[in-house]
Antibody, heavy 127, light 108 residues
Framework: EVQLLESGGGLVQPGGSLRLSCAASGFTFSRYAMSWVRQAPGKGLEWVSTIGVGGGNTYYADSVEGRFTISRDNSRNTLFLQMNSLRAEDTAVYYC????????????????????WGQGTTVTVSS | DIQMTQSPSSLSASVGDRVTITCRASQGISNYFAWYQQKPGKVPKLLIYAASTLQSGVPSRFSGSGSGTDFTLTISSLQPEDVATYYCQEYNSALLFTFGPGTKVDIK
C-alpha cells in the first residue's frame, strides 16, 4: 500500500524551530519529486516547497523562503522540512505529497500533479 | 508570481444538477493545471491533471477543460458524496506551484 506518514508537528513558540518528517512506503521513493503543502485552520491549501528526486533541486514559496529547508534521504525513504524562525502565520496542518509526472504523448512532455498525500501533521506557533 | 482566482467561492446545488467551477490565472500557464477535491476533515485528492485528464478511479461525472488563463471543472450530475471544497492548482516549468483559493460545494 502506498503511504506517506508525517510526524514532528507540535506547539512551538514564535521564533522557534521544528523539523517535520514524512516517511514513505509502498513505492519507489527515490523516483518521485516531493512537496510540502500546508493548510491554516479554516483556510485553503498553500504550497510550501518541492524537492527533486535527487535532492539537488529545491523550490520554495516566497512566504517561507530563507526560513524553511526541504531535504530528503532516499536511503531511508524519508522527506524532511526544517522550519526555523517560526511565526504565528505558519500555524497549519502540514501535508507531504508525491509529485507525479504523467507522460503525454501528444506534446511529448510530462504533466505534474500531487497524487499521493499524507494525513498531515499539525504545527502550532504560539506563546 | 501567477495569481489564481476561483469562482464562485461557494455554491449550493441540488442532487443531479450540473455544477461548474471556474479558475482563472493571471497569466497564461499552458496546461500545467490540476484540480483537487478535499472533503470535510479529509486529505486532498487529485481529480484532474493536465487540465482535462481524469485521474485513475475518479468518477466520469467529473471533467475538466480550458487552456491559457481560463479553466473549468464540471460535475455533470452532483452527488451527495461530492460535497467538498475544490481547488485548482497551476505550476510552472520550475515546479513552483500555486493553489487557487477554493470553491466550497454543498447540497441544497
Amino acid at each position: 500500500e502506498v503511504q506517506l506518514l508525517e510526524s514532528g508537528g507540535g506547539l512551538v513558540q514564535p521564533g522557534g524551530s521544528l523539523r517535520l518528517s514524512c516517511a514513505a512506503s509502498g513505492f519507489t521513493f527515490s523516483r518521485y519529486a516531493m512537496s510540502w503543502v500546508r493548510q491554516a485552520p479554516g483556510k485553503g491549501l498553500e504550497w510550501v516547497s518541492t524537492i527533486g528526486v535527487g535532492g539537488g533541486n529545491t523550490y520554495y514559496a516566497d512566504s517561507v523562503e530563507g526560513r524553511f529547508t526541504i531535504s530528503r534521504d532516499n536511503s531511508r525513504n524519508t522527506l524532511f522540512l526544517q522550519m526555523n524562525s517560526l511565526r504565528a502565520e505558519d500555524t497549519a496542518v502540514y501535508y507531504c505529497a508525491t509529485v507525479s509526472g504523467f507522460w503525454n504523448d501528444e506534446v511529448s512532455s510530462y504533466y505534474y500533479a500531487m497524487d499521493v498525500w499524507g494525513q498531515g501533521t499539525t504545527v502550532t506557533v504560539s506563546s | 508570481d501567477i495569481q489564481m482566482t476561483q469562482s464562485p467561492s461557494s455554491l449550493s446545488a441540488s442532487v443531479g444538477d450540473r455544477v461548474t467551477i471556474t479558475c482563472r490565472a493571471s497569466q497564461g500557464i499552458s496546461n500545467y493545471f490540476a484540480w483537487y477535491q478535499q472533503k470535510p476533515g479529509k486529505v486532498p485528492k487529485l481529480l484532474i491533471y493536465a487540465a482535462s485528464t481524469l485521474q485513475s478511479g475518479v468518477p466520469s461525472r467529473f471533467s475538466g477543460s480550458g487552456s491559457g488563463t481560463d479553466f473549468t471543472l464540471t460535475i455533470s450530475s452532483l452527488q451527495p458524496e461530492d460535497v467538498a471544497t475544490y481547488y485548482c492548482q497551476e505550476y510552472n516549468s520550475a515546479l513552483l506551484f500555486t493553489f487557487g483559493p477554493g470553491t466550497k460545494v454543498d447540497i441544497k
